[in-house]
């Protein structure tokens, strides 16, 4: 027996451990080589990414942060013929960086390789040496020409699902470093210029490496700070949060991600799994974002835990048309009503079940099952009851990218009323019912739901 539920355990941590994501994200090379040639790319740092905050890519932004690197100061030692000369470089500050030759290359179960070739830079720094009988100080200008750098870097998951990065390896040549001293004794600067050009060599070589180090793991550490739970709205939060770390392939990368929609405050699980799916073998464009039925489903079962489906549509709401009783007048008499004027009408919407949502190769749609309850505002701050009933609308819905945002739109397709209960007169065709309350959802309901941000990418 105890056997029997030893492999039970086994069996669902299994499960839990492999668990399948609600979204998954592929970058192609393509969108990796559009990334280092555009000075102005977005891509996702917060929680992929929000992920929801992004970090900009690209060479012209390479250079700008090189040109305010600062440098820390050194010092060192030359032996000239049998006199020993003290130097001191300090404030060293890049003026002019080329990098004529880029690229940028996934390297499969690893990460990304960047490489540079041919690169030159200009430096200048303020210099002082010492020497027996001999003092001086000035500028130096230092020329680097046929630089190469290339630098991969791991990606993967850390414990908390944030993208996590590491160097992996680092190789730099430098073919030459020229020196220029400028001071006032000329003739023992262009002297020492010779002597410096080996140390500075030695320096960078030993440095430059060193320094992107540093520079990743900054990076990883700010990767670490960011949130893996995105806000959408005031009703319901995404979990970007990486399942695994990203599979990496020789054309592409792949993401997996949580992608559990939440009520703000409520991180609940849904009481169903994702279902595992795949995105197509395909490479033509840069980015691939695979949506997943469980995706919609949990945003769906958040949104109606939150309240969101429970919708007052007043005259004030109602900007596309005027919400008052004499619209009724066509399916509810006229002299059932108290008032002869025509007074603003009040529409309560909720939602009874969660929005069922089925998402096809085509399209999405979605269907909710509801109740109505219709009331007019009189002038005396009193509210008449009108009638109350069920209904079913079904919708389409159309996702789609924008500025890295996910935008839903729904067209509604099919709409259904019976009616409940009413104290006053009602027709026997409810089909007219039907046309009111499908025109109000059309021009006032959906035109709300519409453009509404899922989260960002």
Not at 89 to 106: K, Q
Not at 122 to 136: Q, V
Not at 318 to 331: D, Q, R, V
Request: proline share 4%.
């Amino acid at each position: 027996m105890l056997k029997t539920w030893y492999f039970v355990l086994l069996c669902w941590l299994s499960l839990r451990l492999e668990a399948n994501p609600g979204l998954k994200v592929r970058i192609t090379q393509k969108g990796l080589d559009y990334g280092m040639r555009q000075s102005e790319v977005k891509v996702m740092t917060k929680n992929f990414p929000s992920y929801p905050h992004c970090r900009r890519i690209g060479m012209e932004l390479v250079k700008q942060a090189v040109l305010k690197e600062t440098f820390p100061s050194w010092s060192g030692q030359e032996s000239l013929s049998v006199v020993k000369v003290n130097y001191v470089i300090s404030r060293l500050r890049i003026n002019a960086v080329d990098f004529p030759e880029t690229s940028a290359s996934f390297i499969p179960g690893t990460g990304i390789c960047l490489s540079v070739a041919q690169a030159s830079a200009t430096i200048s720094a303020d210099w002082r040496m010492n020497a027996w009988l001999l003092k001086g100080k000035g500028e130096i200008t230092v020329s680097i020409s046929g630089l190469f750098i290339s630098i991969i870097f791991n990606v993967s998951r850390d414990s908390t699902g944030h993208l996590s990065t590491l160097l992996h390896n680092c190789q730099l040549s430098i073919g030459s470093v020229k020196v220029k001293l400028s001071g006032r004794s000329s003739w023992i600067y262009s002297f020492l210029s010779g002597y410096l050009e080996k140390p500075i060599h030695t320096k960078l070589d030993k440095n430059l490496c060193l320094n992107i180090k540093y520079k990743i793991q900054m990076m990883d550490a700010q990767l670490r700070k960011h949130k893996v739970l995105s806000q959408i709205d005031t009703f319901a939060q995404v979990d970007y949060s990486l399942l695994s770390s990203p599979a990496v392939f020789k054309s592409h990368i792949n993401l997996d991600l949580k992608g559990t929609v939440y009520p703000v405050g409520n991180h609940t699980d849904p009481p169903f799994m994702p279902a595992p799916f795949a995105l197509p073998n395909q490479g033509d464009s840069m980015i691939y974002l695979g949506v997943s039925n469980y995706f919609l489903k949990s945003a769906s079962l958040a949104y109606y835990r939150a309240g969101a489906f429970n919708i007052t549509i007043s005259e004030e709401l109602a900007t596309t048309f005027s919400l008052n009783t004499s619209l009724l007048k066509y399916f509810v008499s006229e002299t059932s009503l108290s008032q002869a004027a025509a007074c603003p009408v009040l529409l309560n919407l909720m939602a009874t079940l969660p929005p069922a949502v089925s998402l096809n190769a085509d399209r999405c749609v979605l269907q909710i099952t509801g109740s109505v309850e219709v009331f007019a505002a009189l002038p005396n701050s009193t509210t008449q009851y009108i009638f109350t009933g069920n209904l079913t609308a079904s919708t389409t819905a159309n996702l789609t990218i924008t500025k890295q945002k996910l935008i839903i739109s729904l067209l509604l397709k099919r709409f259904q009323f019976s009616l409940l209960h009413s104290n006053l007169g009602f027709p026997e065709q409810k089909s007219v019912v039907e046309n009111f309350l499908s025109y109000a959802l059309r021009r006032v309901v959906i035109p709300v739901i519409n453009g509404k941000d899922c989260g960002q990418f």
